[in-house]
């Protein structure tokens, strides 16, 4: 009997190595807010009055600046990646974009100066966020693109615990450094040095996995498709299943060469059964960027000071539980509950529980206001008001991580055909970062502006937006990519059935007369 144990391994590798460029994504979203919070930052950039107190305007600007500019470089990285990986493949365009990260990191880790190290730090961060915006394009489909269906939502899935773990380590090191460095520069230097660890892993880690299969295949490279294919399925070039799977790919990109050809990004995106998907892909970021959880990531500090839990020990602690719980949220769904679930019922379980959460928190902030709202303020005890509305935080955090934490990488990478794959990857990874971009712009004014009224901002989005949108959207749940053609109209399942009938007479055909050419040599 085989052995299918590990039958998936080097797909599960794979996805492991090009997901420490994920790691980066979440830890440059998460180490921001904790630098620029810190109280010898503050000083040597003239965030602090002359009488001592805190510049509250300036300390806003800086860290909304230092955390925005991220964004904004990851927009333009996500668009320039539609040109580039189509081109030169999944590989080679995440090794070229995180090497631009690494100069983006070296420019903020040797950033001093008090007249020109601000300039250093949004020039690298500006650039690394080019790099990030690429990588988030262009992993998911490249994993989406090598996975079997049966545990594609899965191994797509590590995307958000990926996300989580780098949220996670930037909160213990800036939690380290608030402890143990206190007047001294590596106080933002080793977390920004730090993030040439992961980006160094991911670059190695490359130049050990093969292309993508699909890419391959639509590039006309038949031959190494199939290699690719069935290394990846640890099978034979001859295994029936490989040739099933390689049969259907083909057949879907046969169909779309003969729809689409020569009608370009019009096409791509206007198509039958295109157009709905990019809105799709765009709306579903744009509320989950608007769930309130990023605000809570990009400025964990601040939240945690608004609700009482002020004094650096204080705040940094309850930032770090809180991004161990969401990595340990975020694995056991998508372990263990992304497909059983399904992708919608998820998505509506945790748009609900996210908004009951928030109207709690934010009801429980109006009616017992903490005494301190500066996450530098020194306090003797946290409340029980505080204690129970960070508690309540923990528990949304959870529901964020069963739904709209993983699920819309994972539905975005499952609805697009090969050809517009990485146009609707891109979509979705520009949206992301374009309404990323926003609300790390405005946090912190609506933190010190809003006071209680941002968590019932945030639970009606939940809500009123998100949750309606969770039951309007199709499941794609144990469906193949190619698939999604039939599920949003683009043809028939009848037209989808006779395709594949062909290609696999035409590789049966193909395998025969190569028989026949040994057999005849021998």
């Known amino acids: 009997m085989e052995d299918t144990r590990f039958q998936n391994i080097r797909v599960y590798w794979?996805?492991?190595?090009?997901?420490?460029?994920?790691?980066?994504?979440?830890?440059?979203?998460?180490?921001?807010?904790?630098?620029?919070?810190?109280?010898?930052?503050?000083?040597?950039?003239?965030?602090?009055?002359?009488?001592?107190?805190?510049d509250k305007h300036r300390v806003n600007e800086v860290s909304s600046n230092v955390v925005s500019v991220l964004q904004a470089g990851a927009f333009f990285g996500a668009l320039g990646s539609t040109a580039i990986s189509p081109r030169i493949g999944r590989r080679y365009t995440l090794l070229a974009f995180a090497l631009l990260f690494s100069v983006g990191a070296i420019l903020t880790t040797v950033a001093e100066s008090p007249?020109?190290?601000?300039?250093?730090?949004?020039?690298?961060?500006?650039?690394?966020?080019?790099?990030?915006?690429?990588?988030?394009?262009?992993?998911?489909?490249?994993?989406?693109?090598?996975?079997?269906?049966?545990?594609?939502?899965?191994?797509t899935g590590l995307f958000q615990i990926m996300v989580a773990i780098g949220v996670m380590l930037?909160?213990?090191?800036?939690?380290?450094?608030?402890?143990?460095?206190?007047?001294?520069?590596?106080?933002?230097?080793?977390?920004?040095?730090?993030q040439l660890v992961p980006a160094g892993i991911m670059t190695f880690g490359l130049l050990t996995i093969k292309e993508s299969p699909r890419w391959l295949a639509s590039v006309g490279r038949k031959e190494d498709a199939l290699n690719n294919l069935a290394y990846l399925r640890r099978r034979s070039i001859h295994d029936e299943v490989v040739l099933h799977e390689i049969a259907e790919i083909e057949a879907a990109i046969e169909e779309e060469r003969i729809a689409r050809e020569g009608l370009g990004i019009k096409e791509a995106f206007?198509?039958?059964?295109?157009?709905?998907?990019?809105?799709?892909?765009?709306?579903?970021?744009?509320?989950?960027?608007?769930?309130?959880?990023?605000?809570?990531?990009?400025?964990?500090?601040?939240?945690?000071?608004?609700?009482?839990?002020?004094?650096?020990?204080?705040?940094?602690?309850?930032?770090?539980?809180?991004?161990?719980?969401?990595?340990?949220?975020?694995?056991?769904?998508?372990?263990?509950?992304?497909?059983?679930?399904g992708r919608k019922l998820s998505l509506i379980i945790s748009a609900f529980g996210m908004g009951t959460l928030f109207y709690i928190i934010g009801a429980i902030l109006k009616t017992h206001p903490p005494p301190a709202v500066s996450s530098s303020d020194v306090v003797t005890a946290v409340s029980p008001a505080s204690q129970a509305m960070?508690?309540?935080?923990?528990?949304?955090?959870?529901?964020y991580s069963m739904g709209w934490g993983p699920l819309p990488w994972v539905y975005v990478s499952d609805i697009f055909p090969t050809r517009t794959r990485h146009y609707g990857l891109a979509m979705a990874s520009a949206s992301q970062w374009l309404w990323n971009f926003v609300v790390s712009k405005v946090t912190p004014d609506m933190v010190s502006d809003l006071g209680w009224k941002i968590f019932i901002m945030f639970a009606t989005v939940n809500v009123g937006g998100m949750g309606v949108f969770?039951?309007?959207?199709?499941?794609?749940?144990?469906?193949?990519?190619?698939?999604?053609?039939?599920?949003?109209?683009?043809?028939?399942?009848?037209?989808?059935?006779?395709?594949?009938?062909?290609?696999?007479?035409?590789?049966?055909?193909t395998e025969g007369k190569s028989v026949h050419s040994i057999q005849d040599k021998v």
């Not at 000083?43 to 002359?50: C, T």
């Not at 601000?118 to 490249?142: D, M, T, W």
């Open 14 to 54: 794979l996805a492991f190595v090009v997901y420490w460029g994920i790691v980066l994504f979440g830890y440059d979203t998460g180490v921001g807010g904790g630098v620029v919070n810190n109280s010898y930052f503050q000083k040597h950039f003239g965030m602090v009055k002359e009488d001592g107190t805190q």
């Open 470 to 509: 969770s039951l309007l959207i199709p499941e794609t749940k144990g469906r193949s990519l190619e698939d999604m053609d039939i599920i949003f109209g683009a043809i028939s399942q009848e037209e989808r059935t006779a395709n594949i009938v062909a290609q696999e007479r035409a590789f049966e055909e």
């Open 115 to 155: 007249s020109n190290g601000l300039a250093l730090i949004y020039a690298g961060r500006v650039i690394s966020g080019v790099g990030i915006g690429g990588i988030s394009a262009v992993a998911p489909a490249f994993v989406s693109e090598c996975c079997p269906k049966e545990v594609r939502g899965r191994i």
């Open 270 to 341: 206007f198509g039958k059964g295109n157009f709905i998907r990019f809105v799709i892909a765009f709306v579903i970021f744009l509320l989950q960027q608007w769930s309130g959880q990023n605000s809570v990531n990009y400025y964990a500090p601040q939240i945690f000071a608004s609700i009482g839990y002020t004094g650096t020990k204080n705040s940094l602690l309850a930032s770090g539980i809180y991004g161990v719980v969401k990595v340990v949220a975020t694995a056991i769904f998508i372990f263990f509950g992304v497909e059983y679930l």
């Open 170 to 194: 930037s909160y213990f090191i800036n939690y380290g450094i608030g402890i143990n460095i206190h007047n001294s520069v590596n106080v933002w230097r080793i977390p920004f040095g730090f």
């Open 390 to 399: 960070a508690a309540m935080l923990y528990i949304y955090v959870c529901f």
